[in-house]
């Protein structure tokens, strides 16, 4: 079990009040609050001195910051530098200037999109239990097969809800809105098909430590959770007269949707949920390429603790607004990073451009083939990679056909596979020449 923090008194003492006060320690104090550390880390770090509960109580001194009301209990959040450095670059990178649409190329831009969805939905989906493989999660996805397997199922429903929330991005937060998402997303994966889209109707549900085991936090009352619905509503329709940053407001929402717990199951994929499209509601238009649930779900243990460690500590979301924070921030490297390697890739591509006869779609598809030349694909398979429909797919690989690159193998009566012709070598080293 994680460590409770020492009980804080409500009047200062001296040795407190001296910490506060001398400069020597004030570095230290920042670099703690910028980090949000917990009392687990902060005892080790108290100057010599001074006595462990003494220094956490200057610590949370410095941490009182605006009032929030959820569900009958109290939070807090202090907003730090720290956070407040990160939003600033949020909003000039995530809906700005510093990264603009103009930076992704627009022939590829729904590819993208739908990449990051799909590591979404597969990530998303692992953390609440799925069991497969991202190679095969990603092929599911890909060619629109039927799921065979309850995991394969939550993982084509997180894929689908999140399509679900980009067309509904304008949308309000309402009860109705999210018993729909929770539905979508838990579509044929719970043991009982009724608790899909019901909010719960006891209180037989606890929330424990994935590897101890030991129950850490216990749900509203379920009498309450209509009333905490009503209230969560309101704070995401801006139904209230004091401002926060939207992108802390998604956060909140994130955290307070999983402390009510209002279902039986699907409560951490549809709080995530609510996070995602929020995001896009307040203009946060990179978040469609993001895939936040994959840096969670690396981190997973981490972000148990930042639960954790909110309700532990009198309800401080310090903790879990900063994990947040930085699962955005090494999500950005990451799409950073993947845009580069797809630039890359693009300039490698020119050489199949310059193939006479052919159009972009298919020279995309020949340096599939030379990339991977034992491949067998069909038409449906190609759908999602060149965002178009299976019959611009079959015609695209018919071409190539005609022109000898390619030739078809039938996987059965209805289904036509294409392989790499004989020729396919010797044509491209010809046309490369040219």
Known sequence: M???????????????????????????????????????KVKYKVPEGFAKEDFWSAIKFTRQGRLLSFAGKSFSLKETNSMQRMLH?????????????????????????????????IASSKMEGAVTTREKAKEIIRTQAKPKDKSQRMIVNNYETIEYLRANRNSVLSKEFILEIHRRITEGTLENQEDEGRFRVNNNIV???????????????????????????DFANNNGTEFIHPIIKAIIIHFMFSYLH????????????????????????????????????KTKAQYEKAFIYTELDGGDLGYFVQYNLNALQKSFNDLKEYLNRKQIEEDSLFEFRKIPEINERQARILKLYNDKPNSVFTS?????????????????????????????????KRLIG?????????????????
Not at 97 to 112: G, H
């Open 380 to 412: 449906k398979e190609l759908v999602t990679s060149l965002c178009v429909s299976e019959k611009t797919v079959r015609t695209d690989l018919e071409k190539l056909v005609d022109l000898g690159f390619l030739e078809r193998l039938p996987k059965n």
């Open 207 to 233: 929330v424990a430590d994935s590897v101890s085991g030991d129950v850490v936090h216990f749900p509203p009352n379920c009498s309450s959770i209509e009333s905490g619905i009503d209230s969560l509503c």
């Open 262 to 297: 209002p279902f039986v199951d699907g409560n951490g994929r549809t709080a995530r949920s609510l996070f995602y499209w929020f995001m896009l509601k307040e203009g946060y238009w990179l978040t469609e390429f993001l895939s936040i649930s994959r840096n969670i779900y």
């Open 2 to 40: 994680v460590e409770k923090p020492p009980v804080i008194k409500k009047t200062l003492n001296k040795s407190v009040i001296s910490i506060l006060l001398d400069s020597r320690y004030r570095n230290l104090i920042e670099d703690i609050n910028n980090r949000y550390q917990y009392w687990d």
């Open 89 to 121: 670059e949020f909003d000039l990178n995530f809906g700005g200037t510093l990264l603009s649409l103009d930076s992704i190329p627009t022939k590829r831009r729904e590819y993208y999109i739908l990449s990051s969805i799909a590591e979404e939905a």
């Open 418 to 434: 294409y392989i790499i012709s004989s020729a396919f070598d010797s044509k491209i080293k010809e046309n490369r020449g040219n």
